[in-house]
C-alpha cells in the first residue's frame, strides 16, 4: 500500500473566526502535535484531507507534509458535523521514531473456517487487541486466517505472528473459535 501525503501549510491565527474563513475557502483548520506536546496550528485542503481519512484506519501512518518539511503522523481526532457531511478540525500526532504508540485494533477473521463447512459455527471472543509499537512496526490493521480452524479449534492472539509489537492483551487469549452444532 503506498504511503498517503496530506500536504498542510502553517497558520499564524487561531479562533473561531480564523477557522470560519479556512472553511470559507475549503480548508480544514488542524494542529499537529508532537511527543513533547508542543502544537503547531496548520490547515490542510478539505478534498485532500477527506481522500485520505475516509480511506484509513485509526493507525494508517501518513506523512504530513508541513510546509515542506515531512514527517510520519497519525490522525488522532477529527470533529465532524453530521449535518452538513464535512470535518471541522483535526488533530495530527507526530511522534518520535522511537516511542511506542498505544493502538486498539479490530482483529477481523479472513476466511471461512473449514469448520463451518462442516456445520459448526465461528465465535469471536475477543474481537479487538491492545498493543504498542513504534509507527514504523504499526500495524494498520490486523486480520487472522481462520479457514484452518476445524470444529473445537480455537485461533489464539499467538497465532497472528506479530512482528517488533509489544502486546498488552494477553497473547493466550481466543480470538476465534469454532463450536459445534448443538
Not at 456445520?119 to 491492545?130: D, I, N
Not at 479449534?153 to 505472528?161: I, N, R, V
Amino acid at each position: 500500500m503506498e504511503k498517503m501525503v496530506i500536504t498542510a501549510t502553517a497558520r499564524a491565527e487561531t479562533g473561531k473566526k480564523a477557522a470560519k474563513k479556512l472553511r470559507e475557502v475549503g480548508r480544514i483548520p488542524a494542529v499537529v502535535y508532537n511527543s513533547k506536546g508542543e502544537a503547531t496550528w496548520v490547515s490542510v485542503d478539505e478534498v485532500e484531507f477527506n481522500k485520505v481519512w475516509r480511506s484509513i484506519t485509526a493507525t494508517t501512518v501518513i506523512t504530513l507534509d508541513v510546509d515542506g518539511k515531512k514527517a510520519d503522523a497519525l490522525i488522532k481526532d477529527t470533529e465532524y458535523c453530521i449535518r452538513t457531511d464535512k470535518v471541522l478540525h483535526a488533530d495530527f500526532f507526530t511522534p518520535d521514531a522511537d516511542q511506542l504508540v498505544y493502538a486498539k485494533l479490530k482483529v477481523h477473521p479472513v476466511g471461512t473456517p473449514a469448520g463451518v463447512l462442516k456445520g459448526g459455527f465461528m465465535l469471536r471472543h475477543y474481537p479487538e487487541v491492545e498493543l504498542k509499537a513504534t509507527l514504523k512496526n504499526m500495524p494498520a490493521r490486523i486480520e487472522a486466517d481462520v479457514s484452518k480452524l476445524n470444529i473445537g479449534e480455537s485461533f489464539y492472539l499467538k497465532d497472528l505472528g506479530l512482528k517488533d509489537v509489544t502486546l498488552i492483551t494477553d497473547e493466550n487469549c481466543e480470538l476465534v473459535s469454532v463450536a459445534p452444532a448443538r
